[in-house]
């Protein structure tokens, strides 16, 4: 069952391409990072409405009787608040006319779905997209989940938050971040098919909903087998795959041999000592380290996300990527989550302090740029967006 298509149906007879209002006009709806719905305000501002039921959200833009919105800038430029209100307002009013019908239906298909597929915490499951896309309107990119939750469960990630109302109006149940996951068995059939018809851009494989590498891609290989179809395509996209786990070691070769293949690693300190103890199901830093060392002296182009930032020796940490990427992403933790425990540990208490995250994120930031590593915002790596990329 796809939500997406149940998505499109609350906001008929309004199509993707069409005005809702003047000024703004529906662009496309997308599940890969929750529930969405993307707007274009007088031709300039692109603005994500995010939906989730009523019963799980305290706080929101607007609502309707079942739902509510709230809203993300989907550009360079942050949104106006009156302007991600309008537009919740806008979208909350045109759903509200239809979402007793489509909900109902929503759980009728769920409940035929369950009986298919099951409700266990892990589900083979067949989709009928795979690429969503995203990004700015200047700098677009597809993101791929060959799974959907990840086994690594990481207590801060804000995934949960994400797929939670999902799982909701899908009626499966309410687990424990880190104890579920949808392997998308026939993702790479689909992927060829899409990389046949749709414009071309980045691609990333999506660490946000799941990580790629995760245990169960051991048995599965499906991430190894959509890196085939990219690496056999005509003209292969830039494509980029990040994870926490050591378990991309075992596609060296096929990575080698895809030029348009980069790897990344989510690595938030060098101290293993904190990683076991927020990541206690990741490969150990220093271990990610010497995967992406490996991967940079095969002629693999690497990158490192460093995000939440955690304690750990910062220049000894700096001195570490330098030796083994090329560029760094760095973000602040993005709140608590499941983690509350294990920020309350008096050892890393401090780390939950906004000021700490961003103290200590400008502190690496210099540090790195001291060494000549790129450091970065955004979605994808600045040598990929000058045209490093094939």
Same mark, same amino acid.
């Given at each position: 069952?796809?939500?997406?298509?149940?998505?499109?149906?609350?906001?008929?007879?309004?199509?993707?391409?069409?005005?809702?209002?003047?000024?703004?006009?529906?662009?496309?709806?997308?599940?890969?990072?929750?529930?969405?719905?993307?707007?274009?305000?007088?031709?300039?501002?692109?603005?994500?409405?995010?939906?989730?039921?009523?019963?799980?959200?305290?706080?929101?833009?607007?609502?309707?009787?079942?739902?509510?919105?709230?809203?993300?800038?989907?550009?360079?430029?942050?949104?106006?608040?009156?302007? /991600?209100? &309008?537009? %919740?307002? #806008?979208?909350? $009013?045109?759903?509200?006319? !239809?979402?007793?019908?489509? =909900?109902? *239906?929503?759980?009728?298909?769920?409940?035929?779905?369950?009986?298919?597929?099951?409700?266990?915490?892990?589900?083979?499951?067949?989709?009928?997209?795979?690429?969503?896309?995203?990004?700015?309107?200047?700098?677009?990119?597809?993101?791929?989940?060959?799974?959907?939750?990840?086994?690594? /469960?990481? &207590?801060? %990630?804000? #995934?949960?938050? $994400?797929?939670?109302?999902? !799982?909701?109006?899908?009626? =499966?149940? *309410?687990?424990?971040?880190?104890?579920?996951?949808?392997?998308?068995?026939?993702?790479?059939?689909?992927?060829?098919?899409?990389?046949?018809?749709?414009?071309?851009?980045?691609?990333?494989?999506?660490?946000?909903?799941?990580?790629?590498?995760?245990?169960?891609?051991?048995?599965?290989?499906?991430? &190894?087998? %959509?890196?085939?179809?990219? $690496?056999?395509?005509?003209?292969?996209?830039?494509?980029?795959?990040?994870?926490?786990?050591?378990?991309?070691?075992?596609?060296?070769?096929?990575?080698?041999?895809?030029?348009?293949?980069?790897?990344?690693?989510?690595?938030?300190?060098?101290?293993?000592?904190?990683?076991?103890?927020?990541?206690?199901?990741?490969?150990?830093?220093?271990?990610?380290?010497?995967?992406? &060392?490996?991967?940079?002296?095969?002629?693999?182009?690497?990158?490192?996300?460093?995000?939440?930032?955690?304690?750990?020796?910062?220049?000894?940490?700096?001195?570490?990527?330098?030796?083994?990427?090329?560029?760094?992403?760095?973000?602040?933790?993005?709140?608590?989550?499941?983690?509350?425990?294990?920020?309350?540990?008096?050892?890393?208490?401090?780390?939950?302090?906004?000021?700490?995250?961003?103290?200590?994120?400008?502190?690496?930031?210099?540090?790195?740029?001291?060494?000549?590593?790129?450091?970065?915002?955004?979605?994808?790596?600045?040598?990929?967006?000058?045209?490093?990329?094939?």
């Amino acid at each position: 069952m796809d939500l997406r298509d149940h998505l499109l149906a609350l906001m008929r007879p309004t199509e993707p391409g069409e005005e809702l209002a003047p000024g703004l006009r529906f662009v496309r709806a997308s599940t890969e990072l929750g529930l969405r719905l993307t707007f274009l305000v007088d031709g300039r501002h692109e603005v994500h409405v995010e939906l989730s039921p009523l019963e799980q959200s305290p706080k929101y833009a607007a609502r309707s009787e079942y739902l509510a919105f709230g809203y993300r800038h989907g550009g360079a430029e942050r949104v106006d608040q009156k302007l /991600g209100l &309008r537009v %919740c307002q #806008a979208v909350a $009013r045109h759903v509200g006319a !239809r979402e007793a019908e489509v =909900l109902g *239906q929503l759980g009728a298909d769920a409940e035929a779905a369950q009986d298919e597929e099951g409700s266990a915490r892990l589900r083979e499951i067949e989709i009928s997209r795979l690429l969503e896309l995203a990004g700015d309107p200047g700098q677009r990119f597809y993101t791929l989940s060959p799974y959907v939750g990840c086994l690594i /469960g990481c &207590r801060f %990630c804000y #995934a949960q938050t $994400r797929l939670d109302p999902m !799982r909701s109006l899908l009626r =499966l149940p *309410q687990v424990r971040w880190g104890s579920y996951v949808d392997v998308r068995i026939n993702a790479a059939e689909v992927l060829a098919e899409e990389l046949r018809s749709l414009p071309r851009y980045p691609i990333k494989f999506c660490p946000i909903v799941s990580d790629p590498y995760q245990a169960v891609e051991k048995r599965f290989e499906v991430t &190894r087998r %959509c890196l085939e179809v990219i $690496r056999d395509a005509p003209e292969p996209p830039p494509a980029l795959v990040m994870t926490r786990s050591t378990l991309m070691l075992r596609d060296l070769e096929l990575i080698r041999e895809s030029p348009s293949v980069w790897v990344g690693a989510s690595i938030p300190t060098i101290d293993d000592e904190v990683c076991a103890h927020f990541e206690p199901r990741a490969a150990p830093a220093s271990e990610r380290l010497a995967m992406l &060392r490996t991967f940079k002296q095969a002629g693999v182009r690497c990158w490192v996300v460093v995000q939440p930032m955690l304690p750990g020796n910062t220049d000894a940490f700096a001195d570490a990527l330098a030796e083994v990427v090329d560029s760094v992403s760095i973000g602040v933790l993005r709140g608590e989550h499941g983690a509350e425990q294990d920020f309350a540990d008096p050892r890393f208490a401090a780390a939950r302090d906004e000021d700490w995250q961003r103290d200590q994120a400008f502190a690496l930031r210099d540090a790195l740029e001291a060494r000549g590593v790129a450091v970065w915002a955004g979605e994808l790596p600045p040598s990929l967006l000058a045209g490093d990329g094939t």
